[in-house]
């Protein structure tokens, strides 16, 4: 089977060959940008395209998520809400000092705020993106 391509076809091979060969090399690309809308999420990275949350893959660093904790140190009290405690003298109203370590669900409110500027890592072939971390202060 003979291949007729024109000269420019060629030229325009050879130019994608090279421009995978260095893409190749550098796997993952930092990228910053500025969240421009929440629901669904978009980013516009570096005022020159808007990736859409299908493109998207984030870190829990950007996200509401639940983890537990406890309190390490026995002095610090925390609010209770049975009234089924004996309370002692030293005790405040409705406060208790913990006598062990007693690991507590909570939820961390971090998603994407509009306005806030992202660093983002591009992936090898340019297709997904990973949010990293939000960038400065707020």
């Known amino acids: 089977m003979i291949l007729s391509l024109s000269m420019n076809e060629i030229v325009r091979i050879i130019k994608r060959a090279a421009v995978d060969a260095v ?3 550098k796997p993952c690309i930092v990228l910053f940008g500025t969240v421009i809308k929440t629901n669904p999420l978009e980013i516009l990275v570096e005022q020159k395209m808007t990736l859409s ?6 870190s829990r ?3 509401d998520f639940q983890t537990e904790m406890s309190f390490d140190d026995p002095n610090i009290k925390q609010q ?3 009234w089924d405690i004996n309370e002692t003298a030293e005790d405040s109203p409705r406060k208790i000092a913990f006598k062990e370590k007693v690991k507590h669900k909570i939820t961390v409110y971090n998603a994407l705020k509009t306005g806030e500027k992202v660093v983002l890592l591009r992936c090898a072939g ?4 990973v949010v990293i971390d939000r960038i ?3």
């Not at 949350?53 to 984030?58: M, S, T």
């Not at 340019?126 to 993106?129: D, L």
């Open 80 to 82: 209770y809400t049975s």
């Open 136 to 138: 400065g202060g707020g």
């Open 61 to 63: 660093n950007v996200t």
């Open 23 to 25: 893409e190749a090399q």
């Open 126 to 129: 340019g297709q997904r993106f």
């Open 53 to 58: 949350e299908a493109q998207l893959i984030l």
